[in-house]
């Protein structure tokens, strides 16, 4: 079941309850129900008061990381007579096998790692010596709760975390191809199907795109989205990816020619009698963070696509 972000008052409440005082969060991710709960337990781990700035969701998800890393290591490091220095390089080969662990997670299935490839990763016995030896891995990551049995194998403990750490691992452009544009598959390529519910890693992938390469690159590859979903009205993949990224952008400003090239497509098509994806219900257009007057200009175009009244 998925938790969307609380309203203001709920986001208010929780972020009491946790203890994460309001201004700590930057306002996009204020009412993100993890983001909230993770940054309480950093907050709640640093040696002094954190840095009076807001923090975004990406910038608690990377602190918990290595949080989370830094405690595996420390398990591992009383297990195993290790002090100093070498508990904060232990910590980093955590952090690598954990992002290992995401690589091997978004082949196909449901994104866990079975019970095999869990414990190559994170040995239950001795470990291999580009780990530093030592011995209980598999008991620490799970002691610490970064992961969690799941099945026969196991799972990362929070799925969206799960989500933002495969993203920066995924091929963004292999996927799309896979997913949306599928007339540039070779004839007779078999895919397996990717259940609906892994699109998280590849929507935290057109995140990462605009923060690493920027606007207009993240821009360029959502208006790709666009006329695949004028190729195809009914494409599940590109309809859901184009509302995830527009919707969580922190600013959609500069991707107004996206929005207006969608809402052209869908007047458009509701001209000709097509229905419009139900994703893109009165809803997402009050999502994007632009200016009302912007909204206002999107609003216009979609009046085409808002059909007569019923009749009584």
Same mark, same amino acid.
């Given at each position: 079941v998925r938790l969307g972000d609380l309203r203001a008052d709920e986001a208010r409440e929780a972020r009491a309850r946790h203890g994460v005082p309001d201004g700590a969060l930057a306002e996009p991710d204020a009412g993100h129900p993890l983001t909230i709960r993770l940054l309480s337990e950093v907050r709640a781990a640093l040696p002094g008061p954190p840095a009076p700035v807001p923090v975004t969701r990406d910038e608690v998800f990377t602190a918990y990381l290595d949080l989370m890393c830094l405690r595996v290591a420390a398990r591992l490091a009383d297990e195993n007579g290790l002090h100093g220095t070498a508990v904060r390089r232990l910590a980093a080969k955590v952090s690598g096998q954990v992002h290992e662990a995401a690589r091997r997670s978004l082949g196909p299935g449901q994104g866990g790692l079975d019970r095999d490839s869990f414990e190559t /990763?994170?040995?239950? +016995?001795?470990a291999p010596a580009r780990l530093g030896g030592g011995t209980g891995w598999a008991p620490a990551v799970l002691a610490e709760g970064l992961f969690v049995p799941a099945g026969s194998g196991y799972r990362f403990a929070h799925?969206? &975390? *799960?989500?933002?750490? %495969? +993203? =920066? $691992? !995924?091929? &963004?452009?292999? *996927? &799309? #191809?896979? !997913?949306?544009?599928? #007339?540039? =598959? @070779? !004839? +007779? =390529?078999? =895919? /397996? @199907?990717?259940?609906? $519910? #892994?699109?998280?890693?590849?929507?935290? *992938? /057109?995140? !990462? &795109?605009? #923060? %690493?390469? +920027?606007? @207009?690159q993240l821009a360029l590859t959502l208006e790709e989205l666009v006329h695949a979903l004028d190729l195809d009205p009914h494409s599940w993949w590109a309809a859901r990816l184009l509302a995830e990224a527009l919707t969580r952008v922190p600013d959609a400003a500069p991707y107004t020619d996206v929005l207006r090239l969608l809402a052209d497509g869908i007047a458009d098509r509701a001209e000709d009698g097509q229905p419009t994806p139900q994703v893109f219900g009165p809803g997402f257009w009050t999502a994007p963070r632009v200016p009302e007057a912007t909204r206002l200009d999107l609003l216009r175009r979609l009046v085409l696509a808002d059909g007569p009244p019923h009749e009584p």
């Open positions: /990763l994170f040995p239950c +016995g001795p799925e969206e &975390l *799960a989500d933002w750490i %495969q +993203g =920066t $691992h !995924l091929d &963004l452009d292999g *996927a &799309l #191809r896979a !997913l949306v544009h599928r #007339r540039d =598959t @070779p !004839l +007779g =390529t078999h =895919t /397996l @199907p990717v259940p609906h $519910h #892994r699109i998280g890693s590849v929507a935290e *992938a /057109l995140l !990462l &795109l605009a #923060r %690493q390469h +920027g606007v @207009p």
